[in-house]
C-alpha cells in the first residue's frame, strides 16, 4: 500500500466522522431536550463503522447498520414504553433483539442491533421525561445520517472508487 493510499482512508474516516457530527448535532438540535452532542456522537460513530475500504463493503456495510439500527431502535422503544430503564432490563433487551435477528436470519444485524438498545436506552435513562419513541426514531435517523455521510464520502473520494476488497 502506497503513502497516499494509507492516508486515504484515516482522512476518509476523519472527514466523514467531523461532516456526520456536525450534522447529527444539527439535526438533534432541532428537537429540544433531546441531547445534540449524543446526536452528533451517535452520527459520527455510524459514519466511522460504516467506512470501508471500497465502495462494496462500504455499501454492505451501510445494509447492516440501517437494519440493524432499524431492530435495535424499535426493540428499545418498545421495551422503554412497558418498563423503566434498568440495567438487567437493557440486558435482557438487547438478548431478546439479538435473538430477533437470529430468529429472522440476519444474525450479523445482531451486533449493531444491540449497540442501538444500549444507546436509546441509556440515552433514554439521561432523561426519563424524553419520549421512548421519539428518543429510538432520533438515533435511527443518526444513524441513518452518519451512513449516508459515510457512503457520500467513499463515493466522492479520490482513489476510493475501487468496487474490490480494498487490496487493489
Known amino acids: 500500500m502506497n503513502s ?3 492516508l486515504r482512508i484515516p482522512a476518509e474516516i476523519a472527514v466523514a466522522a467531523l461532516v456526520a457530527y456536525l450534522l447529527g448535532f444539527w439535526f438533534t438540535g432541532l428537537f429540544p431536550g433531546y441531547l445534540p452532542k449524543i446526536g452528533g456522537l451517535w452520527s459520527a460513530i455510524s459514519a466511522i463503522v ?3 475500504s471500497s465502495r462494496r463493503e462500504t ?3 451501510a445494509s447492516l ?5 432499524a431492530i435495535g431502535a424499535g426493540a428499545s ?3 422503554l414504553t412497558l418498563l423503566p430503564f434498568h440495567p438487567l ?3 435482557l433487551a438487547i438478548f431478546a433483539t439479538v435473538l430477533l435477528c437470529t430468529s429472522i436470519h440476519i444474525p450479523s444485524h445482531g451486533r449493531l442491533a444491540a449497540i442501538t438498545v444500549l444507546v436509546v436506552m441509556v440515552t433514554g435513562s439521561l432523561d426519563p421525561k424524553l419520549s421512548p419513541g421519539l428518543n ?3 438515533r435511527f435517523v443518526e444513524s441513518c445520517i452518519g451512513t449516508g455521510v459515510a457512503v457520500l464520502a467513499v463515493r466522492l473520494w479520490p482513489g476510493s472508487g475501487r468496487e474490490g476488497d480494498g487490496n487493489s
Do not use: H
Not at 447498520?65 to 439500527?69: A, C, Y
Open 4 to 6: 497516499p493510499e494509507r
Open 50 to 52: 460504516v467506512t470501508q
Open 59 to 61: 455499501t454492505s456495510s
Open 65 to 69: 447498520r440501517i437494519l440493524g439500527s
Open 77 to 79: 422503544a418498545l421495551y
Open 89 to 91: 432490563g437493557m440486558a
Open 136 to 138: 429510538a426514531l432520533l
